[in-house]
């Protein structure tokens, strides 16, 4: 239900997740990834 879907940025400082990539790399997202949210902006429950 695309209306009800909410994606967190991948790279949020908030949620601090070290992930594994060269300096200077950016992962291969998809459009809705790439537009993820930061923990801020993003919808709770």
């Known amino acids: 239900h695309p209306q009800s879907e909410a994606c ?6 908030i949620v601090g997740i ?10 291969n997202m998809n459009a ?3 537009a993820g949210l930061s923990w801020d902006k993003a919808p709770k429950f």
Not at 18 to 27: C, D, F, N
Request: glycine letters at 6%.
């Open 8 to 13: 967190l940025a991948w790279n949020d400082p």
């Open 18 to 27: 070290e992930w594994p990539l060269p300096t200077g790399v950016q992962p």
């Open 32 to 34: 809705k990834d790439t």
